[in-house]
């Protein structure tokens, strides 16, 4: 693409006023919006500090940037502070500028520093989360009943998020801006949807669809005796329509106590958050929008003269709302496609473009109800729509339409009209029309898929165009997509039987892992739960089941594992018994070094013993938590991905894999305990009764009724299919197993029955590329614990160590002391605490958090780490920590933990003189530390970093 077409200079020369762009599939988006940007920041009076462009990805960014600079008079130094950038990171920005004080505008006493965190990954969050709920479990026991109802407590977790992007914010004493609107649900609207599905269908000669769906109402569910029966709900024998009453007595329920019970857990996770000095995504947005929303000077001077949003079918409320207040004019441009929306998951709201104008009429009047934030006309709103597609043939763009009206079931019902009415409809400019169009079934559809893959390679029938010339596919060429992960990683497995050359891209379970199965059993065998931790072992030694049986029977463990157990029973650090499994088994690859980074970072991040460390591997295998993979592909490998990660990217041909029931669309919906939706509001599924002296856990039916009313999602599966079928340029295969899914049942295309013959594949140039885990550089400050800078080899060194699980209870029972429990000493280590403890005068503060910021290399970075004893009187404050070593062979490395917390503990008092000492537990000796200065520690820290690029794992 050299010179625009009509409809992007359309857009390119369109500066001035609010314009939607209707963005299809591979109609040169990026092109168009990078070159209307270069235009603007051309003018006079225009610098690009004027203008705010923002992306969904880092990537995305950086690519604009680079567009950009090839376009207008400015250099690549000129656009290094540009706002081109993501919601996160424009918020990060701002909160770090100017947010110290944004959280008590909620009614939190807390602050937004320098060295804030931002935790992206949702392992390490799910980690902190359990920690925090813990608190709240035992300081809250008015919640009991709701907690009784909770399969998994982190899934409040996902509520809170779910929250924060729709704008629903919690504050001392109530909720931000009338949110609680929002919690109580839309009657109104509800009633609507209940009406429409309520209308008898053939003419008034067939029940409703609502009725026929109350037909399983009660099934497999445990109501409440005060439950209606069904009869009540459905109406009586021969009727068509479910009484309209139902409506009413269904929506309306005392809902007081729940959201008494979100509200609390939301506020106080917020503090617990800030407490120990990290934020994740939905806290960036939600801090920045209070501050925008409360500080009219600081919105005023931050306003931007044109604000530009890419990929806006993917943008939250909160974040339709946060471009709002930062349009300092009516020069808004949005640009996306509704066909595209494929990230509910992630609380995009498709509405944000499908319902454009009223939605932007709607948030301007919420903003300016107390204030006039919005100064501007929302009219008029010029829409834009790019149609000539740069991508596919003619008819993949034609087949790619259907998609969107065809049933995902055998009860979906589509308003064909009001889609085809949306669907601006793309003009191919392909050289080559030569597509092929297909499905193939088999039993083995691993093995079918292959074996087509081998029949395309090289085959005329599939010739691709390159350079706007023919030429025969090879593997690079062609991609497999899924709806789930778990038939790529299948493929893979019987494609490496073959040789055959494929490179996965997307995510893997790491906690499904060998590596980590193994090190969850080891673990297992040093806490109380060794049975499990054994049988796994052993299977893995290669023992048959009845051997395992009795060797577990009779406890006669091989004595070489007993020593190994004996081995990791001395070590000190989790990080140690990790890298010492690792070692064992031989693991050293990527899936050793990204795991033992995330234990480390869990460890680190949270107060977490090995019992919990097991737990969260536990969670981690049954969630199947998700850490991106990056393959080193060979020179001429397939590409397998999701669906979801092969959006924005193309391919000459696609495979559409796994076209089975109950795989597309998957089976299941929440199974969230408490839910919130539109326009139902905050909902309990599950309930705790004690109903007639039995306590119980029921479903809830004025929820089950409501969720019925509610649409399946199928539009977003839709939208996959589309988004699928848009990736590919020339030719497109569709595959099923023994039970292939509606859609490909509808979609106008012939299934053949297809036999696998796979060959075996030799080729010195193209190779089976291996699975990479790559870790993301977090935005904001980078974060270390005084962990992270202590050598674990001095640790491992250490012959007559009692292991992290005696250090831990001793700490233990030093804090539950010092906060004045009824604990008794069981050791003499606790002794010995105990009379040190009793020889104090001060105050006494125990377990406090300590964050030192540094900047380092020019970047920030914040050290983080928890004070076992401050000990404070008028002139003095003395740093304490206990230590379990029998020896002093690790006091240099404690030496640096202590030195952090000094430079802590002398900015928190100033006047004060303050010392750190070490007080082992096992001889009653005091040793006080001399502190490293902070440029000692920035030297640590460098030499830190430097050693975990140099053992990362090397990625393409």
Known sequence: MTAPNDQQQDLIDSIEGIHVVDAGAGTGKTFTVTRRY?????????????????????????????????????????????????????????????????????????????????????????????????????????HDDFFRAITDPTELLGLINQLASKGVFPTADGWYRNGERHLDGDFEAFKSMFDELNEPQNDGNKQSRLRYKLGRYGHEKCFLPEAPKKAELRGSRGTKQVPADVAREAFEEDREDLKQFVHDVYYEYLSFALGRNYLNFGSLQLFAFVLLCEDHQLRETIEFDYVMIDEFQDSSEIQFKLALLLAGTHNLCVVGD?????????????????????????FVRELNADYERISFSTSPIREIELIENYRSTQSILDFSEQSLVTPASSTDRIDTEAVYDRVVSLSSNATHENSQIEAIQHEDEEGAVLTKIQEIVGNEAYQIEDD????????????????????????????????????????????????????????????????????????????????VRHILGHEAYPSNMQAFRAELQTMETIGGIAERVFSQYGYNGSYADVLLTTIQSVHNSTIQTRGDLIRFIETGIDEGSRHDVHAIAGVNSVTVQTIH???????????????????????????????????????????????????????????DVLRKCLPRGYDEERRLLYVATTRSKSHLVFSAGENPNTFLEEIPVDMEAYSPDVQEFHDGETTQSHLQISIPTPEGPVGHSPHSLMNDDVFE??????????????????????????????????????????SLDGD???????????????????????????????????????????????ESEYRKQLSIYYHVLTEWFPERTVTASIFYTANEQQVEIDPLSKNELCDLVKLAERSTTESAPILD
């Open 38 to 142: 270069a235009g603007i920041i051309d003018q006079d009076d225009v610098e690009p500090e004027d203008v705010l462009l923002v992306t969904f990805t880092n990537n995305a960014a950086t690519e604009m940037k680079d567009r950009i600079v090839s376009q207008c008079e400015y250099g690549m130094r000129e656009f290094s502070d540009a706002p081109i950038q993501t919601f996160h990171s424009l918020c990060h920005d701002i909160l770090m500028e100017h947010g110290f004080e944004a959280p008590t505008l909620l009614g939190i006493d807390d602050r937004i520093t320098q060295s804030t965190r931002i935790i992206e990954d949702e392992t390490v969050e799910q980690g902190l989360f359990r920690e925090f709920i813990r608190r709240f479990m035992d300081d809250h026991p008015e």
């Open 844 to 890: 006494l503060r125990v377990e406090q958090d300590a964050y030192l910021p540094l900047t380092v290399d020019s970047e920030r970075i914040t050290i983080y780490g928890i004070v076992d004893l401050v000990h404070l009187q008028p002139e003095t404050v003395d740093i304490i920590d206990f230590k379990t070593d029998r020896s002093r062979l690790a």
């Open 338 to 362: 509704w066909k595209q929306s494929i990230y509910s998951f992630q609380y995009a709201a498709v509405e944000n473009i499908t319902q454009f104008e009223s939605r932007l009429n709607r």
């Open 645 to 703: 990660a092969a959006k924005g990217l193309e391919h000459p041909i696609v495979i559409l894999a796994n076209m089975n029931s109950r795989r597309f669309p998957p089976s299941g919906g929440s199974s969230s305990a408490i839910t919130f939706d539109d326009p139902i509001g905050l909902r309990q599924r599950k309930q705790y009764a004690d109903d007639y002296g039995y306590p119980h856990i029921h479903d809830n039916w004025r929820t």
């Open 797 to 838: 060194k250490v012959e007559d160590g009692r292991g992290s699980e005696f250090g831990t209870r001793t700490h233990e029972f030093a804090e539950r002391y010092v906060l004045g429990e009824a604990v008794e000493p069981a050791n003499d280590d606790e002794r010995h605490i105990k009379r040190f403890i009793d």
């Open 468 to 547: 706007g010339e023919l030429r025969q596919p090879e593997y690079k060429d062609i991609a497999v997509l899924t709806r789930t992960r778990d038939f790529g990683r299948e493929l893979l497995t019987v494609a490496e039987e073959y040789d055959l050359p494929l490179a996965y891209e997307g995510g893997i379970e790491l906690f499904r892992s060998d590596q980590a199965k193994l090190l969850l059993a080891w673990l297992r065998i040093l806490e109380s739960d060794s049975r499990r931790g054994w049988a796994a072992v052993l299977e893995e030694a290669g023992y048959s089941l009845e051997e």
